[in-house]
């Protein structure tokens, strides 16, 4: 009988780990506490549409990262996004162009993780509350106290702090995961009627609530039939209102967009709040991966390198490798 790898979490960096160890020849299983793939990277289903209220658009940097979305970009997965760039600075709100290559997926930020799961084994709705070993292998145990196993080794691929809670068996490794502390980003979505009236498309925002603000439909493959927007507040701003009412959330963040917008914005038609409790690690780190290669557990995410989806991609990618090279 194969001895599958576990793989828990299936955003992009379990899913890329996930991939990478099929393509060399070993079963995996993954495990997601969601009811569908792409973590950070997902898009929500709404009345307006599929809104990305994560992970925004990403940039490519590393060769080997550029090269796997220049692969999606060809199966139709991934396009450019070129939006009206601008930037708003004590008050100011200026256009900001810039030469900086941007990727969405299509037709929604989803898409990627959809087709990099494709067929394989997944369970969602399923919490892995431990990882503990048995005589000769790992098993799991899930928050409704289901026991999943046997399986060879165990990829852990989900934010810090679930990591650690994750890792009793390795304690190490468990230290090294709590030492890095991820902050919170508030999102709302909202849509309205008549289009505002503003060229703006993006828009890198300082001193105020707001960090970042996008025009959703302007990217490529989205519904265009109502005005959509995704506002993200700052961790700062996110942190001191973590427990404010969604209602209470979204009527602040309007209220700083009309402020910088300068103009008496109207009532959105659809709104939306999502607490993303572990946005973004609160500082860099150069881990790559977290690996006991003797034990067989191995960690990788995005804040085990840049806090982005390159830096998650990276670091699936990087797991993958030290355990396919372990098993030579
Ligand atoms: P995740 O996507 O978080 O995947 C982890 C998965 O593990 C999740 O699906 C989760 O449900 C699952 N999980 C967790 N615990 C358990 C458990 N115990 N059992 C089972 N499953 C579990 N990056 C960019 O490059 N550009 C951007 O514009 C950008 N904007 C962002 C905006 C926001 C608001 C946020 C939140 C993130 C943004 N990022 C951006 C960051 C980017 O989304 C992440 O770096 C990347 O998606 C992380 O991927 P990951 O696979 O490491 O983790
Ligand atoms: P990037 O190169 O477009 O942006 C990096 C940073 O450079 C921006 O945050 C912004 O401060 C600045 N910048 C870039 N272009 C600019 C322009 N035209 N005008 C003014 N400022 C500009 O993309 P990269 O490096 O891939 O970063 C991804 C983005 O994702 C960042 O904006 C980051 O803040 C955001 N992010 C948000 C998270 C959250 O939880 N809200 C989590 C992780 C990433």
Redesign the pocket.
Same mark, same amino acid.
């Given at each position: 009988m194969t001895v599958p790898i576990a793989i828990? *979490? =299936?955003?992009?960096?379990?899913?890329?780990a996930a991939r990478a160890l099929q393509d060399a020849g070993h079963a995996v299983k993954l495990?997601?506490?969601?009811r569908g793939?792409?973590?950070?990277?997902?898009s929500k289903r709404s009345d307006a549409g599929a809104l990305d209220? *994560?992970?925004?658009?990403?940039?490519a940097r590393d060769r080997r990262f550029v090269n796997e979305v220049q692969r999606w970009q060809s199966n139709g997965w991934a396009e450019q996004w070129k939006p009206q760039l601008y930037n708003f600075k004590s008050g100011q709100l200026t256009p900001s162009p810039d030469e900086q290559i941007?990727w969405v997926g299509t037709p929604r930020m989803s898409a990627i993780?959809r087709a990099l799961l494709d067929d394989l084994p997944v369970e969602f709705g399923?919490?892995? =509350?431990e990882v503990f070993q048995g005589k000769q292998h790992w098993n799991l145990l899930?928050?409704d106290g289901g026991n999943h196993g046997p399986f060879s080794h165990v990829v852990i691929? =989900?934010?810090a702090a679930?990591?650690t809670?994750?890792l009793a068996a390795a304690p190490k490794l468990a230290s090294a995961a709590a030492g890095v502390k991820m902050d919170p =980003?508030w999102?709302i979505a909202l849509a309205f009627d008549q289009p505002l009236d503003t060229p703006m498309e993006g828009c890198f925002v300082q001193d105020s609530p707001l960090d970042?603000l996008a025009r959703n439909r302007s990217k490529p493959g989205r519904d265009t039939t109502l005005d959509t927007w995704v506002l993200?507040a700052t961790s700062a701003w996110s942190k001191a209102h973590l427990d404010l009412p969604k209602e209470a959330v979204i009527e602040h963040l309007h209220g700083a967009f009309a402020e910088l917008l300068h103009s008496a914005m109207p009532a959105p038609s659809f709104s939306l709040a999502?607490r993303?409790l572990?946005?973004?690690p609160s500082s860099a780190h150069e881990f790559g991966v977290l690996a006991d290669a003797d034990l067989g557990l191995y960690v990788?995410?995005?804040?085990?390198l840049?806090?982005?989806?390159? *830096?998650?991609?990276l670091?699936?990618q990087e797991a993958a490798r030290r355990l396919i090279e372990h098993l030579q």
């Open positions: 828990i *979490g =299936t955003g992009i960096a379990g899913l890329c495990f997601d506490k969601s793939s792409g973590g950070r990277m997902s209220m *994560g992970a925004q658009y990403f940039t941007r993780t399923c919490r892995i =509350t899930d928050a691929a =989900t934010p679930q990591a809670a994750l =980003t999102a970042w993200h999502h993303w572990y946005a973004r990788c995410g995005d804040w085990c840049s806090g982005r989806v390159e *830096g998650a991609w670091s699936g």
